[in-house]
């Protein structure tokens, strides 16, 4: 800021001490705000850390549950699924399925929501049953919403299939994959990049 000009000397010694302690005044508030952000952080940081914690002990003592609840639901798909069209087999391929023949499709009005109401509420926070989830795939069952296929989401979840069978069991891959999604969150886990990664696009 520019100097207003001399005024007498009275203006002039006070108009720069009223500066610095307008200036201390402010340091001092801009510290405070400062610290308070910091503590909020720390907070924040701690309460992450904790719902983290948490979730890990959670996916423990869950992970019996959700496997045996996946296995129920992939033998359905499997059974009630249909197999994918000769198009569908080579982009499987291309995405790296070892046994494309093995996919079955089953296409839902909704995605399954366990009924075991703490793996239910675990898979709605760990967004992996979201109402915004199309697909869902467990081993070679692969589950799509009705309103929801394409060619992208075919080809993204099979890839989570080539991962299933690169990991080599249902039950591995869940360990694998919910213990990524729980540290870092499931747009930046690993298999889910991976899976973005390989989407072929809609023609
Ligand atoms: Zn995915």
């Known amino acids: 800021m520019g100097s207003a000009?001399?005024?007498?000397?009275?203006?002039?010694?006070?108009?720069?001490?009223?500066?610095?302690?307008k200036r201390r005044l402010a340091l001092a508030s801009l510290m405070g705000v400062a610290g308070l952000v910091a503590g909020t952080l720390v907070f924040q940081a701690r309460s992450r850390q904790q719902a983290h914690m948490d979730l890990?002990?959670?996916?423990?003592?869950?992970l019996p549950r959700a496997i045996s609840w996946a296995q129920g639901v992939a033998a359905d798909a499997a059974a009630r699924g249909t197999s994918l069209e000769p198009s569908g087999l080579a982009d499987a391929s291309t995405v790296g399925v070892q046994r494309p023949e093995s996919i079955r499709v089953l296409m839902i009005d909704r995605l399954p929501i366990p009924s075991d109401l703490d793996l239910q509420r675990a898979a709605l926070r760990t967004g992996l049953l979201g109402p915004d989830a199309a697909g869902l795939t467990l081993g070679y069952s692969i589950l799509i919403r009705h309103g929801h296929f394409s060619r992208r989401l075919l080809s993204h979840e099979c890839r989570?299939?080539?991962?299933?069978?690169?990991?080599?069991?249902?039950?591995?891959?869940?360990?694998?994959?919910?213990?990524?999604i729980i540290q870092v969150g499931y747009w930046d886990c690993p298999f889910e990049q991976d899976a973005r990664a390989h989407e072929l696009p809609d023609t």
């Open 160 to 180: 989570h299939v080539a991962q299933y069978e690169q990991v080599g069991s249902l039950e591995s891959f869940l360990v694998s994959y919910l213990s990524s």
């Open 5 to 21: 000009g001399h005024r007498g000397d009275l203006s002039m010694a006070d108009v720069p001490k009223a500066g610095r302690r």
């Open 56 to 62: 890990e002990t959670a996916l423990a003592q869950l």
